[in-house]
C-alpha cells in the first residue's frame, strides 16, 4: 500500500493535505478556553496538544483529565507531563468544577479520562466513580463516557468504575502488541483487553470502547488482529487515527497512512462486527463523543 | 489597515513555520478565508483571515518560523 514517509526532525516539513487543520479562533474557542482556564480544569486536548482543539472548542465540547495532570508513568507517544515528585491527591473540587463546566458549556456527552496514577491505593478509581455520580446529578440526558487508564489491571478498580454506570467504558489499547515496549513500556497488552472483557463482563449492558493509533511502524495486519482480540473481548467501538507526534521528546511517526487507509480500517472493523466503529487521520478517541447521536 | 498575527494553533505550541501561502500579495480577500498554511511538529493548520480586505504585504515568507502574536501580513 502506498504511504507517504515522514521526514524526521525537520521543521520545514509538508504535512500531506490530509493532516491539515483549520483554526476556528471564535468565540465558542475563546469561551471554552477561558472557563476551563478560569476554573482551573485540565483536559487533554491541552495537555496532548490535540490538532481538533479548535473544532472541539468552538462548539464548546472538551475531554476533561482528572486526577491533576502529571502523570506516573513515560509512554511516548503522550506529551502528558511526567513527574512523580509533584503528585498531588485526588481532589474532590475538581469533579465540581468539571459539573459547572459541563453545566455551563451545555455539553450532551461528556468523556472524563485521567493521568495514570500508579502511586494511588485504587489506582484512581473512586475518584472516577464519584466523578460518574456527581455528573449524573445533572440529568438532563447527559451522557457520561469514561476513558480509564489499565488500572494495573487491579479487577477491583475496574469494578469500581462500572458499578458507577457510565454510559461508555472505554480503555484505549494505542497499539498492536509487537509494539508495546516501545510505545507504552509500562503497559501490557493482554492486561489492557482484560480490563475490557472484565468490564463487560460486570455488567452487559454496558457500551466498551477502544482506541488505537496508526502510523507507529505497525503491519495492517497487526491492527486486524487487534481488532479480532478486541472483539472477543466483546468490544462495541473502536477508534483508529493517525498518531502524530506531540512534542520532540516522543516517538516520531513512522508514516502517514492515506484517507484510504483508514477506510479500508473501518471496513475489517466491519467485518469483525464492532458495532460502531470511527476510523480516519483526525480520528481521536475522544473526538468522537457525540457518537450517541450518530 | 490590519495585521494579521498568527493566532495559537494548538496548546503550548508557541510557533509555527510558514508552510504555504494560498493568497499572494495583490489578492482580495474575504474575512473567513483560509490565508496560510502553517505547520507546527505535529500538524499542519489553516489559519483563517480575519479581515476583508486587499492582502497588501505577506510579512512571513514560505520557510519562516512565527512565533505567536507575530504579524504574518498586512490587510488593506
Not at chain 1, 485504587?122 to 464519584?130: E, Y
Not at chain 1, 516522543?250 to 473501518?266: G, H, W, Y
Request: charged letters at 30%; a neutral charge.
Amino acid at each position: 500500500m502506498k504511504t507517504q514517509n515522514v521526514s524526521s526532525g525537520s521543521r520545514s516539513k509538508r504535512f500531506p493535505y490530509w493532516l491539515r487543520q483549520s483554526v476556528r479562533d471564535n468565540e465558542g474557542f475563546t469561551r471554552t478556553r477561558e472557563l476551563i482556564s478560569k476554573l482551573g480544569l485540565n483536559t487533554v486536548c491541552q495537555a496532548a496538544r490535540c490538532p481538533n482543539i479548535h473544532g472541539c472548542f468552538s462548539v464548546k465540547r472538551c475531554t476533561f483529565l482528572i486526577l491533576g495532570k502529571i502523570c506516573t508513568r513515560s509512554c511516548r507517544f503522550c506529551a502528558v507531563e511526567k513527574n512523580r515528585l509533584e503528585l498531588k491527591a485526588p481532589d474532590k473540587e475538581e469533579l465540581l468544577k468539571i459539573k459547572e463546566a459541563v453545566e455551563k458549556l451545555g455539553i450532551e456527552n461528556v468523556v472524563i479520562t485521567s493521568v495514570t496514577r500508579d502511586d494511588l491505593a485504587d489506582k484512581g478509581a473512586s475518584h472516577f466513580a464519584d466523578c460518574v455520580d456527581i455528573l449524573k446529578s445533572i440529568g438532563k440526558g447527559l451522557k457520561i463516557e469514561t476513558l480509564v487508564p489499565d488500572f494495573l489491571g487491579d479487577k477491583r478498580s475496574i469494578k469500581k468504575v462500572v458499578s458507577a454506570r457510565p454510559d461508555v467504558f472505554s480503555h484505549n489499547l494505542e497499539t498492536v502488541p509487537r509494539l508495546y515496549g516501545k510505545v507504552r513500556p509500562e503497559a501490557d497488552y493482554n492486561r489492557s483487553l482484560e480490563v475490557l472483557r472484565y468490564a463487560k463482563e460486570l455488567d452487559r449492558d454496558i457500551t466498551t470502547k477502544s482506541g488505537i493509533m496508526a502510523g507507529l511502524g505497525e503491519f495492517r495486519e497487526e491492527i486486524r488482529s487487534v481488532m479480532n482480540d478486541l472483539r472477543k473481548a466483546d468490544c462495541d467501538i473502536i477508534t483508529i487515527g493517525q498518531y502524530l507526534k506531540p512534542d520532540a521528546g516522543c516517538l516520531d511517526a513512522e508514516e502517514f497512512l492515506e484517507p484510504a487507509e483508514f477506510d479500508k480500517f473501518s471496513e475489517w472493523a466491519k467485518e469483525a462486527g464492532f458495532k460502531k466503529y470511527y476510523c480516519g487521520p483526525f480520528v481521536r478517541s475522544s473526538y468522537t463523543e457525540g457518537i450517541w447521536q450518530s | 489597515m490590519a495585521e494579521l498575527k498568527l493566532p495559537e494553533l494548538a496548546e503550548g505550541v508557541n510557533e509555527a513555520v510558514v508552510s504555504f501561502w494560498h493568497f499572494k500579495e495583490g489578492d482580495s480577500i474575504k474575512e473567513g478565508d483560509e490565508i496560510v498554511e502553517m505547520a507546527t511538529d505535529k500538524a499542519a493548520f489553516n489559519v483563517p483571515c480575519k479581515f476583508s480586505g486587499v492582502l497588501k504585504k505577506i510579512v512571513a515568507q514560505e520557510g519562516d518560523t512565527v512565533k505567536v502574536g507575530e504579524a504574518l501580513a498586512i490587510v488593506e
